[in-house]
């Protein structure tokens, strides 16, 4: 049996993560972990959680932005072997 891929995702759109959602639900490969909305959740949630293998990421979000988001990251040595599809 293999290993179903983690996904994390993140965008401030929540109609647009939920139809993800619903496309990796209909996929047993794919395990949706998390839902964010924010930059500064993203953050949080990866300094207290094991890294998804997978993370969409929006770049254009109010606040903390992708691009910032992975400035944060790549600082704090949290991505790992983590992938990251920004959009």
Known sequence: MTKSVDVLIV???KEFCQLLA???DLNSDFNVVKILHKG???L???KNNK???LMILDLIMPYLDGVGV???LNSENLIKDMKIIAL
């Open 40 to 42: 500064e959740q993203v």
């Open 70 to 72: 992975l400035e944060e």
């Open 44 to 46: 949080e949630y990866l």
């Open 51 to 53: 890294n998804p293998d």
């Open 22 to 24: 619903e496309f990796f």
């Open 11 to 13: 965008d401030d759109n």
